[in-house]
């Protein structure tokens, strides 16, 4: 295994889970993996089909998930290939029955549709575990509740699986909420701010809820001299497929993208995502902008919303679901609407929602406990107020920065190029009558930019 790990994939050591879960197929065992985006699963299942010599099988509804699968495979040696529906199956379909494949992606429908008269059954997987008695099934998800789990489990008839849960947490992505209007003077603010972070950070995914809203917000960013790209399912495939590669090549700085972007891009140093309008579940928001800071360094996931966003179960319903999908589907983006109103820890609520308790009762944010890197890096996790002020938002806090700001409370200096905001004199002298203990008064200088990303 260790050898193999090395071999193909480059890496000295398997992260815990996946040693476990790899040795368990390896005694064919059936599995359940449940762990995070970015946390590695993909290995679960490509290194035992190397290390017995057999083919494995993956089936996926994401073709563009396994076409780039396939393709960073080969560029490893190892023998893998897509079973669609174009002309070339037939050949993969001969070379796939003499075994020489070592791994070998498939959709559902292909899996399940064998082409005799007597199998007429079609997208059923359980059918699959009554002729592959002795094979292990591995199944793998990112986000599932306790329902889905279940679920999984008994649609492809598990066996006394071995069940591996992972935490949600993705503690170095920090979850900030804003409303918005919208209209131009909100559209200058966010060119601003995203040309702001991509000079500093890095690469940024911005996801809207409607074509049209890619098209104008990559307009104006490009405006702005951003080099801002965009996908969505009415491109054609090339176009689509030439966006993708020079995002991830960082020749472009910014995706701006519905959610058809995402499946399947490995792009291990996205530092933002930025969903523009509400998404339609905690489910596809946990997902999408877990798409960042998969290299493990602090990144950031903004959520703006409208309260009209919240008006568009009946856009999301379509016209064919019944009763109960649609109830399905109004629960889920109430529950997303729920979490852009939050006024406690987003990161608990998320990690909640997906039935894990946070151990720490407080996620840390700095006043809110950030755990930032730049929060890090000064030690202001260190500090005795910090985490204090969590029960208020971080949009409160701002608030009360900017008001403090023109009240005089607070001073805000242009220092080595730095904008810093500290105590004036004013708000000196009202700390010595408020708190005539308190000596000297806590005066602590930050950047404005703090207060604007992570109070
Ligand atoms: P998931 O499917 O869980 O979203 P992936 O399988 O795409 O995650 O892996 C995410 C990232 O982690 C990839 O860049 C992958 O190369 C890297 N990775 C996976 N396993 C290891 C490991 N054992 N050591 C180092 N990096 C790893």
């Known amino acids: 295994m260790e050898s193999i790990l090395k071999r193909y994939f480059g890496f000295s050591t398997f992260r815990p889970y996946q040693k476990e ?40 509804p994401l073709i ?4 780039d699968q396939v393709m960073t495979l080969k560029q490893r040696g190892i023998r893998a290939e897509y079973l669609g529906s174009t002309q070339t199956d037939q050949t993969v379909q001969t070379k796939a029955e003499k075994g020489q494949f070592n791994i070998l992606y498939m959709t559902p429908e292909k899996a399940c549709l064998i082409p005799t008269s007597f199998w007429v059954e079609y997208k059923q997987l359980d059918k699959l575990r009554d002729i592959l008695i002795d094979v292990p099934f591995i199944g793998l998800t990112a986000t599932a509740t306790e329902k889905v789990r279940a679920d999984i489990i008994i649609s492809v008839k598990m066996n006394d699986p071995y069940v591996s ?11 900030g909420v804003k409303s918005f209007n919208r209209g131009s003077i909100f559209l200058d603010e966010l060119v601003q701010e995203v040309s702001n972070f991509v000079a500093r950070s890095g690469s940024t995914i911005i996801y809207c809820t409607t074509i049209k809203d890619v098209e104008q917000i990559s307009r104006s960013l490009q405006e702005a001299g951003i080099r801002a790209g965009i996908y969505h399912g009415q491109m054609d495939k090339r176009a689509r497929e030439e966006s993708h590669r020079l995002f991830v090549r960082d020749e472009l700085q910014v995706m701006v993208a519905t959610v058809a972007f995402g499946m399947g891009i490995d792009k291990p140093n996205i530092r933002q995502v930025i969903h523009y309008g509400c998404p339609k579940s905690l489910e596809s928001y946990y997902q ?8 493990g360094i602090a990144s950031v996931c903004w959520l703006y919303y409208t309260r009209s966003d919240f008006a568009k179960g009946d856009f999301y319903c379509g016209e064919s679901q019944n009763a109960k999908q649609r109830r399905a589907v109004l629960e889920s983006l109430m529950a997303a609407q729920r979490y852009c109103l939050l006024t406690t820890c987003r990161r608990k609520f998320l990690l909640e929602h997906f039935g894990e308790k946070l151990s720490a009762d ?3 944010n700095f006043l809110r406990g950030s755990r930032s890197k730049k929060i890090l890096d000064a030690q202001f996790d260190k500090l005795p107020l910090h985490g204090l002020g969590k029960a208020y938002s971080s949009n409160w806090w701002k608030a009360l920065a900017h008001q403090l700001i023109s009240y005089g409370y607070l001073k805000e200096i242009v220092s080595d190029g730095y904008r810093t905001i500290s105590v004036s004199p004013k708000g000196e002298g009202f700390l010595a009558s408020a708190m005539p203990d308190c000596q000297p008064p806590l005066v602590l200088s930050v950047t404005s930019e703090m207060i604007d990303e992570e109070v």
């Open 64 to 67: 563009s998930l396994m076409q």
């Open 288 to 295: 999408e902008s877990g798409r960042c800071g998969r290299d």
């Open 165 to 175: 849960i992972g935490s949600f947490d993705r503690n170095n992505l920090f979850y």
């Open 362 to 364: 407080r996620c840390g």
């Open 21 to 60: 879960v790899i040795e368990k197929i390896l005694e064919k065992r059936d599995c359940l993996v449940v762990m995070a985006t970015g946390s590695g699963k993909s290995l679960c299942y490509q290194i035992p089909p190397l290390v017995v010599g057999k083919t494995g099988v993956v089936v996926s």
